[in-house]
Structures are given as C-alpha cells and as structure tokens.
C-alpha cells in the first residue's frame, strides 16, 4: 500500500520561508514522479511543482517559478518543496502526490494516483 507522509506547513508572514517534506513507501515502481499540488479555499486544486525520481526532470507553475523549488533525496525516498518569498495567495492545503507515469504526464493534467493528506500552508499579510 502507497502512502506518503508530509510534514512542514505552518504559518509564516509574507516574504518567509518553509519547507515541505514528503516521504514515500509501500510501493514498487522503478519509475515514478513525486510531486505537489495545492489547493485554497473556494478554488480546485492545482499542480505546483513534479519531478521524475531517476531522470531528475522538473516542472513547475509558472506562479511558482523563482521562488519554489522541488528536491528530492533517493536515499531518503524523500521530495521536498523550498518555498521563499511566500505570498499571501499561497495560502492552501499542500498535497504531496506520486504516480508511475512521467512529470510532464504530472505537470499538464493526469491525476497522480496517490495523494498524501495535505499538509496547511498560511501566509500572513
């Protein structure tokens, strides 16, 4: 059984910093994308930010772009999400997913199949 386990929200001022963790197990792909979505009040979820396991390929939203950045540590199973320069409207439930196919599949619209819980992200003004 896939779970994966987030750690790392909170609650920052605007223009602060936090990281997000996310660790997977029970699963068996060699190949595979991690990634993070996110999804505030009132609107759908969103993609954020992927990358391919082995091929170490990145996308991420352009609304994102300059101040995210995905990482992940094979060792550790372990993908994270740099986020500075937060603003007020990155404010959300951030959701870490894992899915067999590649990143681009990720990035333009293919549902992952496993989602972590989600973990609060709340930036003040």
């Known amino acids: 059984q896939v779970q994966l386990a987030e750690s790392g929200g909170g609650l920052v001022q605007a223009g602060g910093s936090l990281r997000l963790s996310c660790t997977a197990s029970?699963?068996?792909?060699?190949?595979?994308?991690m990634g993070w979505f996110r999804q505030a009040p009132g609107k759908e979820r969103e993609f954020v930010a992927a990358?391919?396991?082995?091929?170490?390929?990145?996308y991420s939203a352009d609304s994102v772009k300059g101040r995210f950045t995905i990482s992940r540590d094979i060792a550790k199973a372990t993908v994270y999400l740099q986020m500075n320069s937060l603003k007020p409207e990155d404010t959300a439930v951030y959701y870490c997913?894992?899915?067999?196919?590649?990143?681009?599949?990720?990035?333009?619209?293919?549902?992952?199949?496993?989602w972590g819980q989600g973990t609060q992200v709340t930036v003040s003004s």
């Open positions: 990358m391919s396991w082995f091929g170490g390929s990145l």
């Open positions: 997913a894992l899915d067999p196919e590649g990143a681009q599949a990720m990035a333009h619209g293919k549902p992952p199949d496993y």
């Open positions: 029970g699963h068996t792909f060699r190949y595979y994308t």
